[in-house]
């Protein structure tokens, strides 16, 4: 724990500023005080050794980074209690490391630990798991899981670090070897993602999208129809948004790259509608899912897959029998034996068939040509069924407005703009920026954008940078339409990026010429929230929590001024009367009835360890978690809106895996048609200004709800609105947390 505090202060400086040379010595205490132990060969030993590792990587400190990872997995190596699973994974998450730092434009590495083996550590965690694997007696089925996933990720690194063939043989070698008696088709469709990595290490595209596919599809139909009570449930939708995660960012780049916008947009709103089935399944049953547009070579490929793996499971019926006989009664020594002996050579020869296989699609593939009608018919029909292009025909037709649409997809080396308008094929903008130079900025600006009393100095240029990489590239094509409203679609942390506070080269805020929202691609409507107006509200509430959490003065005020501005039939609930109880109520009422919108002004606690325990504080003290929010036969599809006027509501965990992300995307899944959140922490009097300022809008117009919104921003930020005694609040922590969102 002391480390752990030693580490704050050069993290943070790190985050603001960039890396520095000094960030070496900051970072020397914390790394003593990690590596300060006996040098004993032993797995406590090795595993401080590489959290010491993860320490200073994250710090920048490179070479002493490397050199920890190197004695970690020495020691490890020879230490007693050694686990096998444990090392194979610190040296394949080696390989990758090594993979990263040398990054996209030349080496990063300083001189001292350049030779770093990469190839070396991917290849020695394949033969420790293929060690694994032979020895006699079998790991139990939960181990063959964990042996499975890291055979794969070792053949991942392979590929990442330029050996494409072994890779291929490695993920193969793990495909054959593990059977799919337990989950039926997880070993194929982690197989896949790997392939379609390695098809794009192998300089194929059109190799990668097919295996892209195939994956994506096996995903949606193995996360939608695993039993709720499963116990594997939970590692099995982590595994894949693992393995997911890996191949989309490197598949989709290219199929962008190749003018396969559509198919691309396609399997990205795919994999977010199987989020979606996992996080909301009910007895109700998965509804119809987005199909995975397949070419007519894509198809042959895919049958003659298929083909194999039935054959396959033909030619092993005598090995099931015997596995079968074995579950019933011991077996005898000979019958052991002749188990153990058809087990490995099953192995390969599924291994074989596989290869055999792999080869005759990629031969199909190529031999369709790039060019092909068919291909071009494929990206034509999944255009059609790109909820975003259909928000964007439905929104421009009702508003009579040009609209546009803007997903932002980020890889290591780039990040692409796909921007979408009404009736016109999307076009892709190319922006050379990394993760790394992305990831720096996004912190700098979120420091700063957080901190009221930070200076406009500082904060603008970096918001005029993001704006740059972001923005800038697609407001040529906008200008040109007289685009105002946009649709956002985002990619990982710059989804906490508020669009309206970047600053353009004049230094003027977005939020002066345009309208954002944020859109979610895993509900198949539009909300009616970007056509009606705001009518009546239940408006819930708390200010007073005792010593748990500071009191919310402002709040009861707000309500008031909510529910006065909206129509008759509102109702105000607050204080203890704000319970469990009445909010349940709010959440299973009969569509018709009641308010339109739903409106909670309290703390929200955000849990950045465990997603689902994030919560609302409710009137009487007690919690409403995430996890509540999720129970059985809430909905929240009779409102049209759903504001949380709370801190970072609409804010992520940080979590990549299948888990509740925020406090608004929990509310969508429940169904509401749009969502007002936060991004961070509010300011108390700022956000009662803010929302009289919303509702007051909407109470004298019948525009629609979010122009309401924008218009609050748009007013605080020029400084038409103040806080008590004309305190000022136009910097954007006053009035850039809040975001709409529709789906």
Sequence with gaps: RIAAFQLLPAL?????????????????????????????????????????????????DVEAGFRLKERAIATLRSAADRDLLELALWQAETAMAIVAAWGADGPGLPLSVSNLDGPKHARDAAATLDTLANQLPPLPPERLDDLFTKEAMAGLALCLNVLPDEGIDVVNRAWARHDDRQIPGLRSMFSAFGLAVCQVAMGDPDAAAFWFKLAEEQAYQLLTTLPVAAP?????????????????????????????????????????????????RSAAGPRVPTSVPFTRAEAQAKEELQRVLIAQTSAAARLQALKGRAGLHPLTDFEQRELDVLIRADAMSRR???????????????????????????????????????????????????????????????????????????????????????????????????????????????????????????????????????????????????????????????????????????????????????????????????????PLRHVPGELQAVVQA??????????????????????????????????????????????????????????????DFLTPGLDLSTYDLVVFSACDS??????????????????????????????????????????????????????????????????MARGALTGQHGRPLTHPFFWAAYVGATR
């Design 12 to 60: 943070a400086q790190r985050r603001l500023n960039g890396p520095r040379p000094e960030d070496t010595l900051l970072s020397e205490p914390a790394l003593a005080a990690l590596t300060g132990v006996p040098n004993s060969a032993t797995r406590a030993t090795a595993s401080r050794r590489w959290h010491a590792s993860k320490a200073a990587l994250e710090l920048g």
């Design 232 to 280: 594997n449930r939970d590692w099995v939708a982590q595994r894949t948004q693992e393995f997911r995660s890996m191949a989309r960012e490197l598949a989709l780049r290219a199929m962008v790259l190749q003018g396969r916008v559509a198919e691309a947009q396609l399997l990205r709103q795919l994999g977010a509608e199987s989020d979606f089935e996992v996080m909301t």
């Design 352 to 550: 074989d068939a596989l290869l055999q296989a792999q080869r005759r699609a990629t031969a199909l593939l190529a031999a369709a040509g790039a060019e092909n009608e068919d291909r071009k018919s494929v990206n034509t029909a999944a255009a059609r069924s790109v909820r975003l292009n259909a928000a964007l025909e439905r929104l421009g037709s009702a508003t009579g407005e040009s609209v546009a649409g803007l997903q932002v997809l980020r890889t290591r080396d780039q990040v692409l703009l796909l921007l979408s308008r009404p009736g016109q094929a999307t076009k892709v903008f190319t922006v050379p920026v990394n993760a790394m130079q992305l990831n720096s900025a996004i912190d700098k600006a979120l420091i700063m954008l957080q901190s009221p009393d930070s200076s406009p100095k500082f904060y603008e240029p970096v918001l005029q940078q993001l704006h740059g990489w972001l923005f800038a590239p697609v407001e040529g094509e906008l200008a040109s339409a007289g685009v105002r409203t946009m649709l956002l679609s985002l990619d990982g942390n710059v989804q906490l990026i508020p669009f309206a506070a970047l600053f353009d080269k004049q230094g003027k805020p977005l939020v002066e010429r345009f309208r954002f929202s944020h859109f979610n691609e895993e509900s198949p409507e539009l909300g009616a929230l970007m056509q009606r107006p705001i009518r009546t509200v239940a408006a819930f509430g708390a200010s007073d929590f005792g010593q748990r959490h500071p």
């Design 566 to 627: 909206s129509g008759q039939g509102s109702r105000l609930v607050l204080g203890t009367e704000f319970n469990r109880t009445t909010l349940i109520d709010a959440l299973r009422r009969s569509p018709g009835s009641g308010p339109h919108v739903l409106h909670l002004a309290t703390h929200f606690v955000l849990d950045v360890r465990e997603a689902a325990e994030s919560h609302l504080v409710l009137g009487d003290g007690r919690r409403f978690t995430l996890t």
């Design 650 to 715: 609409a804010r992520l965990t940080g979590a990549e895996s299948l888990q509740t992300r925020s406090l608004s995307s929990v509310a969508q899944r429940l169904g509401a048609t749009a969502v007002v959140g936060t991004l961070w922490r509010v300011d108390d009097e700022a956000s009662a200004v803010f929302m009289r300022a919303m509702y007051r809008s909407a109470s004298q117009s019948t525009a629609p709800a979010l122009r309401s919104l924008w218009a609050a921003q748009e007013a």
